[in-house]
DNA sequence: AGTATTTGCCTAAAGATTTTAGGCAAATTA
DNA sequence: TAATTTGCCTAAAATCTTTAGGCAAATACT
């Protein structure tokens, strides 16, 4: 039996398919090993275990979210990219539930530094460009758009909005449509 | 050796307590097991398996949530009940990450209808009642309040706002005043 | 080309978790 | 006190994780 061609890079790849397949939580070693037809153990030259393995899938999607935003935020400002980023994250998640789930994944400090955690931080500063916000309240308002974004998306994905009339793309319009009012019109500390 | 005392009930409770010490995803049948010094196999007259006893303890966590809730809300209203029920959101996931965690499983559709989610939802409605909104904005501004909510103490929770100038309750604050003025000034459909 | 070395996947094996089946003794009921 | 139910047990199979050591294929060197 010849080689396969394994490859850290080829198996976290793969890990990442399976996430949006079967979910985060069912990514195994054995499951990937099937996947590629070889033994379990010929994947622990290439990853040292399951934990580093789901962690190298969170980062992967950390990245290709990070890399999705870079591009929508191109060349956009104030509502335009507010709505923008916004789609990114949702449509992200729509697309690969199981990389969304995995870019959840609690991450150790050295791995969390090590991430795209930085980048989706600036986007959405970038994003508070457009509008007139000073420190502090930049900050309140970066980590309320992080909130809102990955709130939604995820009570969404989970199915906590279904049997509902107004379908959530109607809200998801709306709710961007008044974040952007909230952010020009910010309430000054009282 | 004599009987223990095994119920589905101590099961649950004593799976919750452990949830929140080594957290939600680290709750075995067999640590459950050990922790009430007893074999594995017993555990399954009371409880069918593992995916019963996570639901089991999502489903106490909900009821302990909307419990909370029905508390916090009791002769509040306007910005008093939204602060209320918002901290009782973010005070429970602070002092029960492993329920709050488990609160937020995937459950299926049999489980999700016999839970406590619909008294979420109608809480987050009658908070709404101390502001002047019509359907369907109403039904947006609910999915935006549960997208915050969640969003804000999942990502506080997750260390997503660590490392940070402004500490997380002043953000907080700021946050549901800003909310407070947007449902008082909701922008209608344009 | 021929040899040496590294690399990649394998077999083997131990430990843990999940789950089912069937047994015996303690608790409950008659 | 006898009969029945109930609760925890032993046994065992299936699956997953992880480590150790082996052999052959790929790569590098003379």
């Known amino acids: 039996m010849g080689r396969v061609g394994l490859s850290t890079e080829r198996?976290?790849?793969?890990?990442?398919?399976?996430?949006?397949?079967?979910?985060?939580?069912?990514?195994t070693v054995s499951a990937l090993a099937r996947r590629f037809d070889v033994k379990v153990a010929s994947l622990y030259s290439h990853v040292k275990n399951s934990d580093d393995l789901r962690t190298r899938i969170a980062l992967l999607a950390l990245a290709e979210l990070a890399d999705r935003g870079d591009v929508a935020l191109a060349g956009?400002?104030?509502?335009?990219?507010?709505?923008?980023?916004a789609d990114v994250y949702r449509d992200y998640a729509r697309e690969h539930p199981g990389r969304y789930a995995a870019a959840q994944l609690r991450l150790d400090p050295e791995a969390a530094a090590a991430s795209a955690g930085g980048r989706h931080a600036r986007m959405t500063r970038a994003i508070l460009r457009g509008y007139d916000l000073a420190e502090p309240d930049q900050t309140h308002a970066?980590?309320?758009?992080?909130s809102v974004f990955h709130g939604y998306v995820s009570l969404e994905l989970g199915g906590g909005f279904s049997h509902s009339a107004p379908d959530t793309q109607e809200t998801?319009?709306?709710?961007?449509?008044a974040l952007d009012v909230l952010l020009r019109n910010w309430p000054p500390e009282r």
Chains 1, 2 share one sequence.
């Open 11 to 27: 198996l976290v790849r793969a890990g990442a398919e399976l996430a949006d397949e079967v979910g985060f939580d069912q990514v």
């Open 172 to 177: 998801w319009t709306r709710i961007l449509d």
């Open 142 to 146: 970066v980590r309320l758009l992080g």
């Open 76 to 85: 956009r400002a104030g509502k335009d990219a507010l709505t923008a980023l």
